[in-house]
């Protein structure tokens, strides 16, 4: 139904690499958002995506809204230490109301 | 974006007994929500805090263990009833401040329950 699935659920890298992560779903979305978790904090929206085929750039992250609007793609570039955290994907049950449903994360851990 | 305060940040309580955490925003919000995060899991939405009238509640949570309050639109809150060591998690409280804008997170109360 309305399950997001994330992967990976972890990832751990050296400073400098490219990190990419998906999430997709069997459900179709009109949107498609983005929250990053950093530890002891809640999370903060990153990009959100509101058109399949977007493709949106906040700094050294982009994504992307899958044309078949079941998917989306997060991709970090040039990581650094500060880009640890737990990434999430988010949408809206049914494309209505104003909670949220979240995929179950990305543990990204980037080694200096 | 609004700012979102939640007090107490962490707890650690004895099985059997409630605590109610608070959520303070720093200005009017349209919608606040409740969610729960278990230990290294994603978020769960708990309920929708109703301003006036009995929050709405998703399914596996009931009012008689999450009893919620939001007497204005600035505040709410959330008790955990006659808590078990299953009740740990950090409970987060969000908000809109209207229909379309982005939903925004306070940092969430760490709970352990001993």
């Known amino acids: 139904g309305q399950q997001l699935n994330q992967s990976p659920q972890s990832m751990f890298i050296q400073e400098g690499e490219d990190v990419s992560m998906n999430c997709t779903s069997s459900?179709?979305?009109?949107?498609w958002l983005w929250y990053k978790q950093d530890p002891g904090e809640g999370p903060v929206l990153l990009i959100a995506?509101?058109?399949?085929?977007e493709l949106t750039s906040n700094g050294r992250l982009t994504a992307q809204f899958g044309i078949t609007r079941k998917d989306s793609f997060l991709n970090i570039s040039a990581s650094i230490p500060s880009d640890v955290g737990i990434y999430f994907c988010?949408?809206?049950?049914?494309?209505?109301?104003?909670?949220?449903?979240f995929g179950g994360g990305t543990r990204l851990m980037v080694k200096p | 974006s609004a700012v979102i305060s939640q007090k107490p940040s962490r707890d650690i309580c004895q099985r059997g007994t409630s605590l109610t955490i608070q959520c303070q925003v720093d200005?009017?919000?349209?919608?606040m929500f409740w969610y729960r995060q278990q230990p290294g899991q994603s978020l769960t939405l708990i309920a929708t805090?109703?301003?006036?009238?009995?929050?709405?509640?998703e399914s596996g949570f009931v009012i008689d263990k999450f009893p919620i309050s939001r007497p204005n639109l600035t505040f709410s809150t959330l008790t955990v009833s006659n808590m078990s060591p299953e009740d740990s998690s950090i409970y987060l409280c969000?908000?809109?401040?209207?229909?379309?804008?982005?939903?925004?997170f306070g940092n969430g109360t760490r709970l352990t329950v001993t």
């Open positions: 805090a109703n301003q006036g009238s009995e929050a709405t509640y």
């Open positions: 459900s179709i979305f009109n949107t």
């Open positions: 988010a949408n809206r049950p049914n494309n209505a109301g104003n909670m949220l449903t």
């Open positions: 200005s009017q919000v349209t919608m």
């Open positions: 969000s908000v809109r401040a209207r229909s379309n804008s982005p939903l925004h």
């Open positions: 995506l509101y058109k399949a085929g």
